[in-house]
């Protein structure tokens, strides 16, 4: 079993004629720029305190943090970059078995980078690091029964 197939139920779990409209892939450039935006904010945050603090190097906390993050960033974007989503003409489908009939979802927004599904339930799920929030969005919303 490849790691893309762990992360995603195949194609197998699709019903007897059920069609895949539309499939959410993550972005390279969006996960590469989340991180950034993580290694600024908490590079910034720890020099802060250390400064605050009275230590003399207050720059060893924004280096600190870029490294952690840099290799957090590192060990998780294979994980992160197979998370795909399958949008069909029946459910929405998603990693580690994830699924939404169409019917369910409520409302679809940005948040930042990312696309936040919530269902008549008020179960809230992300698709992560895409190029095109907006397209997601459109695709979504346009199925809605």
């Known amino acids: 079993m490849t790691p893309r197939e762990s992360l995603f ?3 197998q779990l699709l019903a007897e004629g059920e069609v895949v409209e539309a499939s959410f ?3 390279r450039a969006a996960y590469l720029r989340a ?3 993580l290694a600024v904010v908490f590079g910034t945050g720890a020099g ?6 009275g230590n003399p ?5 924004p280096v600190a943090a870029i490294l952690a993050i840099g290799a957090r960033a590192a060990y998780l974007a294979s994980e992160a970059l197979a998370a795909e989503w399958r949008l069909t003409d029946r459910r929405l489908l998603g990693p580690g078995g994830q699924t939404i009939p169409r019917g369910q979802i409520s409302q679809a927004r940005r948040v930042f980078g990312d696309v ?3 269902t008549r339930a008020g179960d809230k799920h992300l698709i992560k690091y895409q190029a095109d929030a907006a397209a997601v969005i459109a695709a979504l ?3 809605r029964r």
């Open 9 to 11: 139920p195949g194609p």
């Open 48 to 53: 802060l305190v250390l400064l605050a603090m």
């Open 35 to 37: 991180t950034l935006i």
């Open 25 to 27: 892939h993550p972005d």
């Open 57 to 61: 190097h207050p720059w060893a906390g």
């Open 116 to 118: 936040m599904v919530i």
């Open 141 to 143: 919303e346009g199925g």
